[in-house]
């Protein structure tokens, strides 16, 4: 199957050993953050886990599976809040198998059904978090993710 003509979406993509994370969210509602946190807790428990694009990626389905990648323009850069963007090391591209989505505490669920997101054409699973919460997120994408202690 051939792949879809790319998508420009507003995210935050990040690899943790061989699964993809797609974080969304407005502006200014933790994406890079949360993904530099994850980041960091994966890699303290002995994980693969690397930036595949901050704010802007591009996405398009292969073979039926979303793909993101960074522009090449802001391949391998974070931008961290109050200092601009910075370097890291990061992947050229990432297979998407979980969509976080950034949501005001009052939105979310206290227990959430299953649910899934069409970004270019694929159903990802979506899960809701609490927007610039790091420390509530954290525990629920590492579950999802089956991240120790969850593994």
Do not use: W, Y
Not at 57 to 73: D, E, I, K, M, T
Not at 126 to 138: E, G, M, P
């Amino acid at each position: 199957m051939p792949a879809t003509a790319k998508q420009n979406i507003h995210g935050t993509a990040i690899l943790v050993g061989e699964r993809g994370l797609l974080i969304t969210g407005p502006s200014g509602s933790g994406k890079t953050t949360l993904a530099l946190a994850l980041i960091d807790h994966c890699r303290g428990r002995g994980l693969f886990s690397r930036l595949v694009g901050d704010d802007q990626l591009f996405a398009a389905a292969h073979g039926g599976q979303l793909v993101c990648r960074a522009p090449a323009s802001i391949a391998g850069l974070a931008e961290v809040h109050g200092i601009g963007p910075q370097k890291v090391p990061f992947e050229p591209s990432a297979v998407i198998d979980l969509v976080a989505r950034l949501v005001p505490a009052g939105e979310m669920a206290r227990l959430q059904d299953e649910a899934s997101e069409t970004i270019a054409g694929c159903a990802v699973a979506r899960i809701d978090v609490v927007r610039q919460n790091v420390a509530a997120a954290l525990p629920a994408l590492s579950a999802r993710l089956c991240i120790a202690p969850f593994s």
